[in-house]
């Protein structure tokens, strides 16, 4: 009894908060794209928690499946080893974190640390052993393509609309790496600022078509500063009367964008996952603001 005692005064449950902490502390990296692994962290959320299917109750962030054969050979998560590669010292400082858990908090933590709104998190998903409930190929949307298809991709994870267009702001960080995706550039000049200008720019820049040279990928760019870019499928999203709505909201209003933001990435990170329903909501304070 005295051992079993003993053991219980010395476990310390995870503080997530401190898990948080030493994510913000690895953002920064002068060396690496535009000078933060923020960008990179959030597309590793966004596709280790977009494979959810509602129908089968398949896919979504639990699990981590993303670690093994074939779903990190899927094309649509090229590059995405670098994220999990830099955040392995972290899960080896915090033992306890699942993946799962890990993944999601660090793409909570790059949006509010870049400026972006406060998302809630709660712990809760477990690691799989293996790669027997990876999802097939297939379930991330296709920048090639159209509205439809970007439809059909979101409506099985269960969003709407206006969700669909929320969720693209996360646009507004990051970039396009041709040996990744085939497409190049960033959507707007500041990509490592949370904010609404990707909306804006889709609203007020004039987009012309683009061949990527080192790809053949076709793309948009602005026609005053050509490094900026927008892919197909999003051009064929603004053009659609039903997405357009809600794009020019978002563009009209950061506020609005920000908080329809934090809810529907909440949804996203959470598709999927097992709540017991006696978990801790998190609201982390950003460390910048
Ligand atoms: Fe995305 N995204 N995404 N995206 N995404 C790419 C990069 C980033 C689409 C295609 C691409 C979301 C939705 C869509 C981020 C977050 C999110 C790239 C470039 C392509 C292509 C990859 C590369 O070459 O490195 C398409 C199509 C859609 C769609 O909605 C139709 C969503 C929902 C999110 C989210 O996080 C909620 C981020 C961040 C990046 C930048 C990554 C980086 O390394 O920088």
Redesign the pocket.
Same mark, same amino acid.
């Given at each position: 009894a005295a051992a079993k005692e003993t053991k219980s005064l010395d476990t310390k449950p995870l503080d997530y908060e401190e898990v948080y902490q030493a994510i913000a502390d690895i953002l920064e990296d002068n060396d690496y794209?535009d000078g933060s692994l923020g &960008?990179?962290f959030? #597309?590793l959320?966004?596709h280790a928690s977009?494979t959810y299917d509602v129908e089968t109750k398949t896919g979504g962030s639990n699990g981590a499946t993303m670690r093994f054969e074939p779903e990190a050979l899927h094309a649509a998560n090229?590059?995405l080893a670098i994220a999990r590669d830099r955040l392995e010292p972290i899960k080896k400082k915090f033992p306890e974190i699942s993946y799962g858990d890990l993944w999601t908090l660090a793409?909570v933590c790059a949006v509010q640390e870049l400026g972006g709104p406060t998302i809630p998190w709660r712990p809760g998903r477990q690691d799989v052993d293996d790669g027997k409930s990876c999802t097939p190929d297939g379930r991330l &949307?296709?920048?090639g393509q159209g509205e439809r298809h970007?439809r059909d991709i979101?409506y099985r994870m269960g969003f709407d609309d206006q969700e669909?267009v929320a969720?693209?702001g996360?646009?507004s960080?990051?970039?396009?790496?041709p040996d #990744?995706?085939g497409?190049e550039g960033p959507w707007q000049e500041a &990509?490592t600022v949370f904010t609404n200008e990707y909306y804006k720019a889709l609203r007020d820049r004039k987009w012309v078509k683009k061949t990527v040279k080192a790809s053949g990928a076709q793309q948009w760019v602005d026609k005053k500063n050509p490094d900026v870019m927008m892919?197909p499928?999003?051009i064929a999203?603004y053009n659609d009367k039903a997405f357009k709505k809600f794009f020019n909201e978002y563009a009209d209003s950061e506020e609005k964008f920000f908080t329809d933001f934090s809810k529907v990435?909440n949804k996203?990170l959470e598709l999927g996952v097992p709540f017991k329903g006696d978990e801790r909501v998190y609201h982390f304070k950003a460390t910048t603001a």
């Open positions: 794209d &960008p990179v959030v #597309r959320a966004w977009g090229n590059g793409g &949307p296709d920048a970007i979101f669909i969720l693209a996360a646009h960080l990051g970039r396009c790496h #990744r995706s497409f &990509p892919l499928a999003e999203m990435f996203l």
